[in-house]
Nanobody, 122 residues
Framework: EVQLVESGGGLVQPGGSLIVSCAAS????????MSWVRQAPGKGLEWVSA????????SYADSVKGRFTIARINARNTLYLQMNSRKPEDTAVYYC???????????????WGQGTQVTVSS
């Protein structure tokens, strides 16, 4: 059974650094691109970042580019998102999502985690 379990969210202040993670199981993690997608209160889903299977190519939404970093450790079946210079508008539920192939551009996901809440407040 494919499972994606996010962790590391919580109530945080602007600035500093926060890392959220996604533990994957039930499939060959190293064969697929992965993404982070978020949903702010009252808003729709917003794609945040993607990484290819080898971790050699990444892409970011304009809203987080230069502030967030996506990474993966395939030997641990884990995806990460490091959030620096956080802003209140980053408050959202963050989901990890498995792409159906190794593309970081097509945004075709077949499995999703349950999400982790990140709340940014001063």
């Amino acid at each position: 059974e494919v499972q994606l379990v996010e962790s590391g969210g919580g109530l945080v202040q602007p600035g500093g650094s926060l890392i959220v993670s996604c533990a994957a199981s039930g499939f060959t993690f190293s064969s697929y691109a992965m993404s982070w997608v978020r949903q702010a209160p009252g808003k729709g889903l917003e794609w945040v970042s993607a990484i290819n299977r080898a971790g050699s190519s990444t892409s970011y939404a304009d809203s987080v580019k230069g502030r967030f970093t996506i990474a993966r450790i395939n030997a641990r079946n884990t995806l990460y998102l490091q959030m620096n210079s956080r802003k209140p508008e980053d408050t959202a539920v963050y989901y990890c999502a498995k792409d159906r192939d190794d593309s970081i551009r097509d945004h075709e996901y077949d499995y999703w985690g349950q999400g982790t809440q990140v709340t940014v407040s001063s």
